[in-house]
């Protein structure tokens, strides 16, 4: 049995079986091999847990247990996981907080509105006759307090200035609007263009009816009668289920009502309105229709029933963490997607085919959507990382059981030289003038490596950027010392649970720099959900480690590898939470000693760079049946953030 990966590089590793080499006594290089008595407390464990009995139950559970009824309703089917779903659009574990939320441990949270964005975006009047510098605070705003404050785009708010306000009326279920403009505003019906279930929800909202609409429809507008003059023109009105009030969506192209037009109206829900034949139970409570899930429309009002779905509808678009967003959504300039999906490549060039009838063209009124993209794009360029300012991975040389071959590489069967500025959130972390971990870039003065990599002694550290040959620094190296170093408090050095750590950098004399402006040097991003990448996504490993000869790299070297489901197959109790598995089925490339702390760095469908893993350990490099183990980083993002704040933690969500 071999041991932890505290020091791990790129095998070339095919049934090759070699000699290891006996670690010192560093525990940041020890191997579970080299650990019997790691083993002596697993077994001792395992044969305390066979000794555990059974309390006896309280007598109430096993009566509770003999009435539960079996459910009526299969659990899942085609489109679903199960029949209830317990994401909203507020889990940003699978979606995108919007620009006025913060994702914090998994849920999305109201910012300050002073937070939001103030360049580039329109003032808003408020109902409460305030002036909003922009869309995003009043939102913020809207999003602490739970009701609507916003009544239009402008900066006329006066007491006595006209207000938006919708009616739904009771008989036909008629839905009006005044919309306010530069002449005072006007009574508008709404067209059937888009509309649908997520606008009819935030219409019944608004009527004080927190569950939203039961059904949406449309009506002849020649077969309406009413006792007060209709209005004769209509707006289309765009809604994405999040807003409080339709004077919140986008509002656009104004057109006659013609005869045979068709106009929208809507039914609010009531219990007695409910559909009961094996509904879906939305997480507010609310019950919809099997066929209104999974299709890309927020029927529930919470986005639940778009949440966990296995596939889509038609109409719809399966984002890989299981959420459907309407095909309308598909580059249309936001990514909904967490892996940007939606914004890649291959859907723009289909983007004229894609049904977009429903988008806004001519519209007279501000549109909340591009104010929304507008704070994101703000937002997000707050933080550059992730792309690198140079990649060069082409006609690299290729080792293959002691044979070089040329050409592109497609699959990296083994470690690969790096060309000198190619992995730029690689570091080598120097102590005592000895290079045995790495370790990555994360932006400002951060480092992220493995507990196992360090001690609570800075001054015996330094950080090496942009080093490529291990013994000798190169034009583009800088060598920065270590301030502080940070171990996750619950590490575990036997069993390498919570094996991640914190490295602080020196600031420059007077400066808040800690790095001279380098080309050579980027930061990776650091990831905030464990579903941003799925298994069998294919990733890449680098570091100085030993290669399949038993001697350390002489350059950087790195290889594809797949990330691993079920790891506990694997290793059985000792995989624990926080860590995963990546690697090679056949064990044909893994990291191994000397690679420990290193980055394991997944790519979005953007090109957008993640530290998903860090070297932590495993047996046997490279070896069929024993993949490495890494520590998951998007598992300690809240840890991550509460030291390094905010600004530097991650390019969405904050």
Known sequence: MRSARVSVSLLLLVFINFEMVKPSDKSDRAHVD???????????????????????????????????????????????????????????DVAFCLPWERCVEGKCTCKPPYLCPVENVNPVCGH????????????????????????????????????????????????????????????????????????????????????????????????????????????????????????????????????????????????????TDHPFTCVNGKRVAQYQTCNGIDDCGDQSDEMCCKKCRKNAFHCKTGVCIHKEALADGKIDCLDGEDESNKFKSKQKSLSLKGLPKNSEYISPMNETKANRKALEANLVCGIPNA??????????????????VKRVVGGVPAKPTQIQWQIALEENKRIDCGGAYIGGCWVITAAHCVRPNPRAFRVKFSLWKKSRAQDTTDIVPVEDIIIHPNYVANTYENDIALVKL???????????????????????????????????????????????????????????????RFYGNRFKPGMMCAGDVEGSVDSCQGDSGGPLVCVDELGVSYL??????????????????YTQVAHYFEWIRLHIGWSAVTKFNS
């Open 612 to 629: 998903w893993g860090i070297v932590s350990w495993g047996e046997r490099c490279g070896q069929p049946g024993f993949p490495g183990v």
């Open 128 to 275: 409460d006759n305030r002036n909003y510098r922009s869309y995003c605070q009043v939102m913020a705003l809207s999003c602490r307090t739970r009701k609507s404050h916003m009544s239009h785009f402008g900066d006329d708010c006066d007491v006595n200035g006209p207000k938006f306000r919708t009616s739904i009326d009771e008989e036909t279920g008629l839905v009006r609007l005044f919309v306010p403009d530069s002449n005072g505003g006007e009574e508008l019906l709404v067209c059937k263009k888009m509309w649908n279930m997520a606008a009819a929800n935030v219409a019944c909202k608004e009527q004080k009816k927190p569950l939203g609409a039961a059904s949406k429809n449309t009506v002849d507008y020649n077969t309406l009668t009413a006792s007060t003059q209709l209005p004769h023109r209509c707006v289309s009105v765009y809604c994405q289920g999040y807003e409080t009030s339709l004077a919140e969506c986008v509002i656009y192209d104004k057109v006659e009502v013609t005869k045979g037009s068709l106009v929208a109206t809507a039914t609010c829900y009531e219990e007695s309105t409910a559909p």
């Open 34 to 92: 080299d650990q019997p008595h790691v083993t002596e407390q697993i077994e001792q464990t395992e044969q305390t847990d066979q000794k555990i009995q059974i309390p006896n139950l309280p007598t109430p559970l096993p009566t509770l247990l003999a009435t539960t009824k079996a459910p009526e309703t299969p659990e899942s089917n085609e489109y679903l996981e199960s029949f209830q779903c317990w994401k909203t659009r507020a889990s940003c």
């Open 506 to 568: 020196q600031k420059l004399p007077f400066t808040e720099k800690c790095l001279v402006d380098n080309p050579a040097i980027s930061a990776v991003c650091v990831p905030w959900s464990t579903h941003l990448f799925q298994p069998n996504h294919t990733c890449s490993i680098s570091g100085w480690g030993r290669t399949a000869e038993g001697r350390s790299a002489s350059v950087l070297l790195w290889a594809n590898v797949s990330l691993i489901d079920n790891c506990g």
């Open 391 to 408: 990649t060069t991975v082409d006609d690299e040389e290729v080792v293959q059981r002691g044979k070089s071959t040329h050409g592109r």
